[in-house]
């Protein structure tokens, strides 16, 4: 399977979407420095695609043991993944930091806020 790799210390935002019409989703910074956004409307329609999953609110799935999230995001799939152990942020460069747990879940709890959602596979 062909994936985009990002690491969650290249996300840079979560929009929540909160105003009709306001995208929701990950920011993040790719190598070359150009932000990129994961919409999750697109994952969650793409998802529902792949799957025929009933609900139009899933936008990928999580493996918290393997530490990933995987968003089905159009044309190639968006992969994000948690490589450190622990993340310092003594500059506030980073939105997660913390040990490798802390910072899935703040994400998980993130996107939750979006009112989307992430389906387990651990």
């Known amino acids: 399977m062909n994936v985009i790799i990002v690491r969650d210390t290249d996300i840079v935002a979560v929009n929540r ?8 989703g990950i920011v993040y910074r790719d190598r070359s420095g150009s932000m990129h ?6 994952c ?4 529902k695609t792949e ?10 799935e999580r493996n918290m043991e393997e530490a990933y ?6 044309g190639i799939k968006t992969k994000i993944v948690f490589k450190g152990n622990y993340v310092i942020d ?5 939105l997660l930091k913390g040990s490798k ?9 993130l ?7 992430t389906y387990d596979l651990s």
């Open 69 to 74: 999230f995987l968003f089905y995001t159009s």
């Open 51 to 60: 799957h025929g999953y009933p609900s139009d609110d899933c936008v990928g």
């Open 101 to 109: 747990a802390s910072r899935f879940h703040h994400l998980q709890k």
């Open 111 to 117: 996107i939750c806020e979006t009112n989307f959602k």
């Open 37 to 42: 956004e994961i919409d999750f409307h697109t």
């Open 90 to 94: 003594l500059f506030r460069y980073h």
């Open 44 to 47: 969650a329609r793409n998802y």
């Open 17 to 24: 979407g909160k105003r009709e019409n306001e995208s929701s």
